[in-house]
């Protein structure tokens, strides 16, 4: 008996997470999300930040000198030092722009839903981009 309720919950647990409903929610340093936690509680939610690629090329050029030999051979010398963390800051800096061109984002915030079966531009509150998007597919 207890093992087929174990499968039972099991089961059902599958089922929950196949139906969960997935946003990903795009923005810049000069155009914030609000309530990202609060749509957590309802659906996964996954936020890229489009200036991400700016702020990690800064931080990896904080300091260098001016002369662009000593310079590149600086760089160069901190990518080595990290080591796999700098190839890991790296690509997670750009995830959000691939991202944002395989949706076609032209514009942001945008609220991506399901994988790009919906997109909502200009909504900063994620919450109630996930109020919208549920009104409209309820009214299809």
């Known amino acids: ?14 089922s929950l997470s196949a139906n969960q409903l ?16 609060m749509a957590e509680r309802v659906a996964t939610v996954k936020t890229y930040d489009l200036s991400a690629p700016e702020s990690f090329e800064d931080m990896l ?12 051979q ?10 796999n963390a700098i190839q890991q800051q790296l690509m997670a ?13 032209d514009k942001i915030p945008a609220i991506v839903f399901n994988g790009g079966q919906h997109v909502i531009f200009g909504v900063h509150d994620v919450n109630k981009a996930i109020s919208i998007y549920k009104e409209q597919v309820a009214q299809q």
């Open 1 to 14: 008996m207890h093992k087929f309720t174990l499968f039972a919950l099991t089961l059902f647990s599958s």
């Open 22 to 37: 997935l946003v990903e929610a795009f923005y810049d340093k000069d155009t914030r999300l609000v309530n990202v936690q």
């Open 61 to 72: 050029s904080e300091g260098l000198s001016d002369d662009p030999a000593v310079a590149q």
């Open 74 to 83: 600086q760089a160069k010398q901190r990518i080595e030092q990290r080591g």
């Open 93 to 105: 800096a750009y995830e959000g722009g691939l991202k944002a061109m395989q949706y076609e984002i």
